[in-house]
């Protein structure tokens, strides 16, 4: 992975929402980007993040793809800045507020952005360019120190000591930049909880993965589709995903996409894909990583074992999720699998059985939970595991619930799937969360939390909202996110 790769990365990590350019009119945006895109191509190589990185700013100044596109080609074809847009970043704007009329300039903004998006803005600051732009801009020499000394301290986490510089008028636009730099800084000193997921295939981890996360983030298939190591990092600082890979040609995804991680997996280069995003796990000092395995008893790709086996040796990570299959208890790829992730983890190593797909058991006919559960108890304990601690539940219900719940789009399957799915939880028998077996005290406060808001009504009849909240949580996905407080 490269410096530029880390160093756009970090740019990335931004969600500057705040940023007050994008509050101006369509022509100020477009001149901001179109001046902060000529003025960086020319310094930075030609590389993919760069270019990932200045998508992400047409993204956030709303600049539609296909003028970005028509920007970018001007760009390229001249290969020249263009001395009247620069010029009117460099004007002052009169706006009103409350009929109270105020002078705002985007020109302070605009030149630490440039600085904050060069890996070592010297070189251009001395250069032509550079030179160029603090005349149009008509920047005085001390305002240009002080800019740069701005983006440095921030840039080495000197906070402090930019904030009675910043209460200037004339830089309050820059205080954006000093709080989403203190917001990164604090949710990378949290404590993270590092919980590895283990599986064989079909027993649905990447779909457990995305219901755990509410967002449709790893490819689903009926076929292994995670290939790497894969770590998913909750940082409660930004409002979308973004992606980081090592050893491929385009390695960068400043909002990630579920096609795009399929892509990393499908890719040969690259061993570690790593995940950044608002989960909604942990504490307020403590933050969870998920890190997804290649499922190791394909015999299509024999390498995933190796993978997994080796991360689990290293040991980097705090506690195992192992997910187990409702309808395929005991197997023999399981069997093997788990054994061999058992002598891998050896002790001092917590490992929670999750059995995916519990509401597949047709509690009308011969079937029930209780036996389900059972039958899992005696098989964990003749693979030598004491006193196993062992929750139900439905990723793929939970998912379709919280789509209803959060209004997303859902294809036609479903929202046919949904109704049977809400009709099966509607019933209190379905109540995942009752049938936890643990023997840790520490796991007492969140079941007991967990059964208290799923029986709130034992049966449900309404459809609303707080009767479809009712059956989410008793899909266990919600007990396993409160789970992550007491591993």
């Known amino acids: 992975m490269s410096k530029h790769s880390l160093f756009y990365y970090q740019a990335c990590r931004h969600h500057l929402s705040d940023l007050d350019i994008r509050k101006a009119k369509d022509e100020w945006r477009r001149s901001y980007y179109i001046c902060l895109y000529a003025l960086l191509k020319n310094q930075v190589p030609d590389d993919p993040c760069f270019l990932e990185a200045m998508s992400w700013y047409a993204v ?52 630490a952005n440039v600085l904050m998006l060069l890996p070592d803005p010297k070189p251009f600051l001395q250069s032509a360019a550079g030179l160029q732009t603090v005349k149009e801009l008509r920047l005085q020499k001390k ?11 921030i840039r080495e986490g000197r906070f402090d000591a930019q904030k009675e510089w910043l209460s200037k008028k004339s830089y309050r636009s820059l205080r954006a930049f000093l709080q989403q730099q203190q917001d990164i800084r604090a949710a990378d000193q949290r404590r993270f909880r590092r919980i590895a997921l283990v599986a064989p295939m079909s027993a649905g981890k990447s779909s457990f993965i995305n219901a755990l996360v509410g967002e449709e983030l790893l490819p689903v298939r009926n076929e292994a589709c995670t290939a790497k190591i894969t770590e998913i990092s909750h940082n ?11 050893g491929t040609g385009n390695p960068l995804a400043a909002c990630l996409t ?21 989960l909604g796990l942990g504490t307020d000092d403590t933050s969870v990583t998920l890190i997804d395995t290649p499922g190791p008893n394909s015999s299509t790709y024999e390498e995933h074992e190796k993978i997994t086996f080796d991360f689990l040796e290293q040991g980097h990570f705090d506690a195992v999720l ?39 058991i047709d509690i009308d006919s011969n079937e029930s939970l209780g036996g ?11 693979v030598g595991v004491e006193k196993p601690t062992v929750i139900p539940s439905s ?38 969360n009752t049938y936890t077996l643990h023997a840790d005290d520490l796991l007492t406060e969140a079941v007991s939390e967990a059964a208290g808001k799923s029986s709130i009504a034992p049966e449900l009849k309404n459809s609303s909202p707080d ?13 396993v996110r409160r789970l992550f407080q007491s591993l």
């Not at 579920?258 to 608002?278: L, M, T, Y």
């Not at 389900?372 to 003749?382: E, I, S």
């Not at 949580?473 to 007990?479: F, K, Q, V, Y």
Request: hydrophobic share 40%.
């Open 60 to 111: 956030l100044l709303g600049i539609p793809q296909d003028e970005q596109d028509s920007i970018q080609a001007n760009i390229q074809s001249s290969n020249a800045i263009d001395k009247k847009q620069l010029k009117n970043i460099g004007r002052s704007y009169i706006q009103f507020a409350n009929l109270l009329p105020q002078i705002r300039t985007y020109k302070y903004l605009f030149f």
């Open 143 to 153: 305002t240009v120190e002080n800019i740069t000394e701005f983006v440095t301290a």
């Open 236 to 246: 409660p600082s930004l409002d979308r995903f973004i992606g980081i890979v090592e």
């Open 258 to 278: 579920r096609s795009r991680v399929d892509e990393w997996n499908r890719c040969a280069e690259g061993k570690v894909v790593r995940i950044e995003g608002n």
């Open 322 to 360: 192992y997910l187990i299959n409702a309808t395929q208890v005991a197997t023999n790829d399981d069997k093997q699998l788990l054994q061999g992730v058992l002598r891998k983890l050896g002790t001092g190593k917590k490992i929670i059985f999750i059995v995916n797909k519990a509401d597949q």
């Open 372 to 382: 389900l559960l059972d039958t899992v108890f005696r098989y964990l304990q003749n």
């Open 395 to 432: 990723a793929y219900a939970a998912h379709l619930l919280q789509s209803v719940m959060n209004k997303k789009p859902m294809t036609r399957k479903e929202k046919s799937d949904v109704d049977w799915i809400y009709a099966t939880f509607a019933d209190h028998r379905y109540d995942l």
């Open 467 to 479: 009767d479809i909240s009712i059956a989410f949580h008793r899909t266990g996905i919600p007990l």
